[in-house]
């Protein structure tokens, strides 16, 4: 086992990249050295180890499926809504890094001296770089060609985890979590421009997009749909992205989820917000009343929830008594649990607006 120093060392001497990369992973990737050499004194078992993560713990799973260093060490993983298909390539890395450094006032070769920067230098230049429109500035794994030789996901899912299942979803309204998300009622034109935006779409692209929603669910409200499209953009997409190629590897099977369940609080404005299954995965929902209310309904889905959670870390299936059959994921049926006061299987859910979405993505490559 390399020690982080020979790792760190190795990687400053790389041809890749003029600046050490993935060295957050590499150490996750020493804590799951650990794991393997030391779990079975402490009665687990080091064949059977499963990683997740929600949101960017979820893309820290996602490129663990794609490194070399990570092979072997994990059995199962799970990604809520956390995919990340793409990682960042290595010349917009290398410009990031640049403009960081020019806004701190060092070279390339005095990259030690940021141990010298206070925690508020170091945010107040990330936050000029993003301010200055560099669109490369984005703070994710690197395709650096040697600790992560190629994308996640992207043209195809990684061989290096062939043989791991993966259970992979996310909420519905992921966007109701963030600050900035406005929840109040909103008159048409502004939900056409909030969808615009979401987008960074053209009209046509929008209304696109705006009449799919609409045929999915006529009753939509516009500021369900604007709050529907942010929330598909950031989680949803690529998660249909990342389930779909794993199944297509035919060597391990993926299960998609969806988390529908509302919840009351703030006047129910939130909704199916972004990390609301938390609590309900890790099977302690009142320490989390304060996103899900204190209703007697919740532990019906709570008991589901963890008990899936639970199968599959032993199993790779999350299949458990008291919801319904959970088929793997594929192109032809979609088949993707529904988490609710009623669980249900649906397949190919949402139609028309994963093919929208889809139609948008690709037309911007």
């Known amino acids: 086992m390399w020690s982080r120093s020979q790792l ?3 990687l400053t001497l790389s041809d890749f990249c003029i600046w050490p990369s993935n060295v957050g992973m590499l150490d996750i990737v020493l804590a799951l050295e650990w794991v393997h ?3 079975s004194a402490l009665g687990g078992d080091p064949g059977n180890v499963t990683i997740f993560g929600q949101s960017g713990g979820g893309k820290k799973v ?3 499926m794609a490194m070399p260093a990570a092979k072997g060490l994990f059995h199962r993983a799970i990604v809520e ?3 990340m298909p793409r990682g960042v390539p290595v010349d917009d890395a290398n410009k990031s890094t640049e403009a960081f450094l020019a806004k701190v006032g060092l070279k390339t070769d005095q990259v030690d001296q940021l ?3 206070s925690k508020e230098q170091i945010l107040a230049a990330m936050s000029g770089v993003g301010a200055a429109g560099n669109a490369a500035f984005r703070m994710e794994p690197v395709v650096d060609g040697r600790t992560l030789p190629a994308n996640p996901f992207d043209p195809a899912a990684s061989e ?3 043989n791991v299942p993966l259970l992979i979803g996310s909420t519905q309204d992921e966007a109701g979590f963030f600050p900035i998300t406005l929840l109040d009622p909103i008159d048409e034109p502004t939900m056409r421009a909030r969808v615009k935006q979401a987008l960074h779409s053209d009209d046509a692209a929008a209304d696109r997009v705006i009449a799919a929603y609409r045929k999915d669910q006529p009753k939509i409200s516009n500021i369900d749909l604007a709050l529907q499209v942010a929330s598909d953009i950031f989680a949803w997409n690529d998660s249909l992205e990342q389930a779909e190629r794993k199944a297509a590897l035919g060597k391990a099977p993926a299960y998609m989820y969806y988390f529908t369940w509302s919840s009351p609080v703030r006047e129910g404005k939130l909704k ?3 990390t609301l299954e938390i609590p309900f995965v890790f099977d302690n929902l009142d320490a989390g009343e304060s996103m899900t209310g204190n209703g007697e309904d919740r532990y019906a889905l709570e008991d589901k929830m963890s008990s899936a959670w639970a199968a599959f870390a032993r199993t790779g299936n999350p299949n458990v008594k008291g919801l319904p059959n959970w088929p793997a994921y594929n192109a032809e049926t979609r088949a993707t649990m529904f988490f609710d006061n009623e669980c249900k299987v649906v397949n190919d859910p949402r139609r028309e607006a994963r093919l929208a979405l889809g139609s ?3 037309a911007r490559t």
Request: zero cysteines; aromatic letters at 4%.
């Open 8 to 10: 760190i060392t190795a």
């Open 360 to 362: 948008v993505q690709l």
């Open 37 to 39: 050499e030391n779990i």
């Open 160 to 162: 290096l985890s062939s």
């Open 81 to 83: 809504s956390g995919a």
């Open 272 to 274: 199916a917000f972004h």
């Open 115 to 117: 141990l010298q920067l």
């Open 62 to 64: 996602s490129t663990l």
